[in-house]
């Protein structure tokens, strides 16, 4: 069975830090180009970085030079590590594949919370 689930949110006051895990099931995760998404209170999905099977990565202006993704090829696992984090980063983070035309089932997603 195809799926994704999202971990490692929580509350956490501006300027701390939280890392995300991303764990893929029924891929072959290594071919795919995964990302990292966002939706904010009444706001859209929105990109928040991206990486290549290889490695490569790609960043949002709002999240380059504080947020870090990364993969485990062997583990099937995606990771986002924040910090620096501002309120404006509050929302429900979601994996998925980069690719929209190869997009698997949305998971529940993460909460992050960012408030004093």
């Known amino acids: 069975q195809v799926h994704l689930v999202e971990s490692g949110g929580g509350l956490v006051q501006p300027g701390g830090s939280l890392r995300l895990s991303c764990v893929a099931s029924g891929i072959t995760f290594s071919t795919y180009s995964m990302a990292w998404y966002r939706r904010g209170p009444g706001e859209r999905r929105e990109l928040v970085a991206a990486i290549t099977g290889g490695g490569g990565t790609v960043y949002a202006d709002s999240v380059r030079g504080r947020f870090t993704i990364s993969r485990e090829n062997a583990k099937n696992t995606m990771y986002l590590q924040m910090n620096d984090l501002k309120p404006e980063d509050t929302a429900v983070y979601y994996c998925?594949?980069?690719?929209?035309?190869?997009?698997?089932?949305w998971g529940q997603g993460t909460q992050v919370t960012v408030s004093s």
């Open positions: 998925n594949t980069y690719n929209p035309d190869t997009y698997i089932a």
